[in-house]
């Protein structure tokens, strides 16, 4: 396993929308677990998009057990093709991002949201949640979209914060 280098903005990859992975090879599986090791090795970090280390395939891992706070927790999570198909309510909270590392900001998402998404064996799975962990998802999901959080902050005058160490 690898821990690969992180791009950051004003990257232009970063604003590119990633493509779908039409078949989970070796060359797919090693890539997440790079990701994975990637991510363990950024303390706090919760989520990581392929996109986020240049590559260009529909792929994030979610571990929000690596938050200080408690709260709903589905371990670790690979998605392959995430898509969401419900969501409801809202919710506010300030996110930061590794692509975005000097900057926090207040965002407002979907407080619930049911996606699916391929495991890393290519099965389709289905996951209902809530709260940090449905954030998470989104904010990952956005990578795969070409948006990073700012994009996302009402007012960049207002919402963005810089980062405290």
Do not use: W
Not at 11 to 36: A, C, G, M, R, Y
Not at 90 to 103: D, K, M, T
Not at 108 to 121: A, F, T
């Amino acid at each position: 396993m690898k821990i690969l280098p992180i791009i950051t903005i004003p990257n232009p990859i970063l604003k590119q929308s990633s493509f779908h992975v039409q078949e989970i090879t070796k060359e797919t599986k090693d890539l997440i677990e790079n990701l994975k090791a990637t991510l363990h090795a950024h303390p706090r970090c919760v989520g990581i998009a392929a996109v986020q280390v240049g590559i260009l395939q529909r792929i994030i891992i979610v571990d929000v057990a690596q938050s200080l706070k408690e709260h709903r927790n589905n371990g670790l999570l690979v998605m392959i093709n995430p898509d969401i198909k419900y969501c409801s309510g809202e919710i506010s909270s300030r996110e930061g991002c590794l692509s975005v590392p000097n900057f926090v900001g207040n965002v407002v998402r979907k407080k619930k949201i049911e996606v699916e998404y391929l495991n890393i064996n290519g099965d389709k799975q289905e996951l209902k949640t809530s709260g940090f962990e449905a954030i998470v998802i989104q904010h990952e999901i956005d990578h795969l979209n070409g948006k990073v959080f700012l994009d996302r902050v009402i007012s960049l005058n207002t919402d963005v914060f810089r980062r405290e160490n």
